[in-house]
């Protein structure tokens, strides 16, 4: 089958306040009403895969929190994007590049995560 993703878990972005999709199938298609959140589970993958997205972009703001979130970003909410990958035991290039995100070995299964949470500021003595 190839590598794929396997599982993906999303906490306090945009519209999900804690989506886990276990099992995602290796071949998918994504449908669903207006405003459920298509775009927004594809714009969350694309935080933890796409090397090319600018480091100003993976700044959130604060409409990239989920909105039932008590304190919001200014209350140092937190936002975590967790994405599984499989498929690549027979693959030598894909182990190489994922060897220090991988978290098991029989299947081979490679865990990368995005996090982003306010900085705090650090007081320094005077």
């Given amino acids: 089958m190839g590598l ?35 775009s927004n589970l594809l714009e969350a993958i694309r935080l933890v895969l796409d090397p090319s997205i600018s480091d100003a972009r993976r ?15 200014a209350g140092g909410a937190e936002v975590t994007i967790v ?19 991988t978290v098991d070995f029989d299947p081979y299964v490679a865990r990368l995560t995005y996090r982003f949470a306010p900085r705090t500021e650090i007081a320094t003595a005077v």
């Fill in 4 to 38: 794929h993703i396997s599982r993906i878990e999303i906490r306090n972005f945009r519209n999900f306040r804690h989506l886990v999709i276990d099992d995602f199938p290796a071949h998918a298609v994504i449908v669903g009403e207006n405003g459920v959140g298509k």
């Fill in 59 to 73: 700044m959130l703001r604060e409409e990239d929190i989920w909105e039932g979130h008590p304190a919001g970003l």
């Fill in 83 to 101: 994405v599984e990958l499989r498929g690549f035991d027979d693959d030598a290039d894909a182990k190489s590049i994922l060897s220090s995100a």
